[in-house]
């Protein structure tokens, strides 16, 4: 026989964002960092898709493509229903649990590795020199 749980939930204090000295250093796309959860959403669309400033509308410039804006031009951009039906789900969340993400920190840090050969032709084609290190083109599978 297990321990029994006490009624309710306990409450697990979670970092929303991470400011030093008045500055923000991270800020993520919820409240208190803005108004409310439809205003996060545009904010990340903007993020995304602004011209000139957006990470899919900057012209290349923090990507590896070698033909950046080719590739960039052919991500459309979210369809409005899209987004109106991510600001419903995201206000739900944000409703029911007093946060955004509801179960989890709104940042989460995620050590990974992979290891592989790369197509070193295929990067050749497609990316800018500087996306592959010396290391990968001398591997002894090349």
């Known amino acids: 026989m297990g321990m029994p749980l006490p009624p ?3 409450p697990v ?3 929303i964002g991470l400011e030093r000295e008045g500055d923000v250093l991270l800020k993520p796309f919820c409240p208190p960092y803005y108004k409310d959860m439809e205003e996060a959403v545009l904010a990340f669309v ?3 898709f ?3 400033m957006g990470t899919f509308r900057d012209g290349g ?6 033909d950046a804006a080719t590739v960039q031009a052919g991500i459309p951009n979210y369809p409005d229903r899209t987004i109106a039906a991510t600001i419903a789900y995201c206000d739900y969340v944000h409703r ?3 946060r955004f993400p509801g179960s989890t920190a709104p940042f989460c840090t995620v050590l990974a590795y992979q290891a592989h ?4 032709d295929f990067y050749d084609r497609f990316y800018r020199p500087e996306a592959l290190t010396q290391s990968h083109r ?3 599978d090349h």
């Open 13 to 15: 204090p979670v970092a």
């Open 61 to 66: 410039v923090a990507t590896g493509w070698k």
């Open 46 to 48: 903007a993020y995304k």
């Open 50 to 52: 602004a011209p000139g």
């Open 117 to 120: 050969h790369v197509d070193t």
């Open 138 to 140: 001398q591997h002894p």
């Open 8 to 10: 309710g939930d306990l």
């Open 96 to 98: 029911c649990f007093g």
